[in-house]
Nanobody
Framework: QVQLVESGGGLVQAGGSLRLSCAGS????????VGWFRQVPGTDREFVAA????????YYADSVEGRFTISRDNAKNTVYLEMNSLKPEDTAVYYC?????????????????WGQGTQVTVSS
């Protein structure tokens, strides 16, 4: 069982940056892959970025490639999403999700545990 808590959301101007954090519980957090997703009201939750439990490989949606970076600190049981050059269309609730021994999955059904979400608003 893993519990996830996101933080770091907020209001930022276009072109600005934010860093989201996803803190996980449990001593085996390093065996879980983490994905970031986002959702705008009335639309499906969409993939943003993911890593693998082994570390090293990372995966991104085309819309954020080159602007967002996923990273982790297993000593702190935390995965980060560094978001740069933010655009108004990045406005959404951002969720992190985890799955045991995951390998960069891009679909919501592939994840077993979810955080409560954190709001990111980018003003123009």
């Amino acid at each position: 069982q893993v519990q996830l808590v996101e933080s770091g959301g907020g209001l930022v101007q276009a072109g600005g940056s934010l860093r989201l954090s996803c803190a996980g519980s449990g001593r085996t957090f390093s065996t879980y892959a983490v994905g970031w997703f986002r959702q705008v009201p009335g639309t499906d939750r969409e993939f943003v970025a993911a890593d693998t439990w082994r570390g090293g490989a990372t995966y991104y949606a085309d819309s954020v490639e080159g602007r967002f970076t996923i990273s982790r600190d297993n000593a702190k049981n935390t995965v980060y999403l560094e978001m740069n050059s933010l655009k108004p269309e990045d406005t959404a609730v951002y969720y992190c999700a985890a799955v045991l021994y995951g390998m960069g999955y891009r679909e919501t059904f592939q994840y077993d545990y979810w955080g409560q979400g954190t709001q990111v608003t980018v003003s123009s």
